[in-house]
């Protein structure tokens, strides 16, 4: 089976409906503790589906179909290397929040390729929520105002640190359905 | 569109309409607190218009949506 190559992007229409209509209502809707209650649930719904799953098979790539706002080199993760991939990004976007809020450019590049997950350990359930625990922390001490400093997702618009901290809760999200349905596979 | 795809896109749906919802409660409040006070007559149109006019200010407050 073929897989699309990392940072193949998502189909155009897909891509303009999130950009042009799917960011603007989240920033109208959500405040940064709406995002962070959301994501909260989104963890624990991700804790409770894996920790019913042997760790064995969290492992075990499974090829699923294209799921909403993902690109096709995705479809074909484990368990764990989505979970990677979310720590990851998470890791990532906390230091891009972190140095929006001090009102200082991001000075890497933000590229699909580079949040790519390459280990799938046994153990990544425990990273995953060690993780989102230091995120909560991070995010309940941060000042909650707007920064005018910006740095831009690869697919979309420039975010500034309240875009991107909803973004993390997007983008928990997207990759929990993705998880359901590696999960609906692997039974 | 696979199964999964359709199926996240009604909960992006389902979301939008409860986070509406978590909006639209507060102004109900205020706006039926503010006719107790000022003894106004409670209006469905005004408490539309009072909605719409919040969703219509958080497209430029704090930050403009659509830049």
């Known amino acids: ?187 | 569109m696979s199964s999964n795809a359709i199926g996240t896109v009604i909960r992006i749906f389902f979301i939008f309409i409860f986070l509406l919802f978590c909006w639209f409660v507060p102004v109900v409040f205020l706006y039926a607190l503010a006719s107790y006070i000022f003894n106004l007559e409670f209006s469905y149109g005004i408490l539309g218009v009072l909605f719409l006019a919040l969703i219509f200010i958080r497209m430029f407050y704090p930050k403009f949506v659509f830049k």
């Open chain 1, 1 to 187: 089976m073929e897989f699309g190559k990392p940072g193949g992007g998502l189909p155009q229409l897909e891509r303009l409906a999130i950009k042009n209509i799917l960011v603007p209502s989240v920033r109208i809707l959500l405040t940064w503790n709406m995002a962070l209650s959301l994501l909260k649930r989104e963890v624990r719904i991700i804790k409770s589906l894996v920790e019913k799953i042997d760790p064995d098979k969290c492992i075990e790539k499974m090829a699923i179909e294209r799921t909403f706002a993902i690109e096709d080199h995705t479809r074909q993760f484990s368990i764990n290397m989505v979970l990677e991939h979310l720590c990851i990004t998470g890791n990532g976007i906390m230091m891009v929040i972190k140095t929006l809020s001090e009102e200082k450019e991001f000075p890497r590049d933000i590229t699909i390729e580079g949040v790519k997950p390459k280990e799938n350990k046994l153990s990544q359930i425990d990273e995953f929520v060690n993780f989102y625990e230091s995120y909560y922390e991070f995010i309940k001490n941060l000042p909650k105002k707007q920064s005018k400093a910006t740095k831009a997702h690869p697919w979309f618009v420039k975010f500034n640190n309240y875009d991107w901290s909803v973004f993390m809760y997007m983008h928990t999200f997207i990759h929990r359905r993705q998880l359901q349905a590696i999960i609906k596979e692997l039974k």
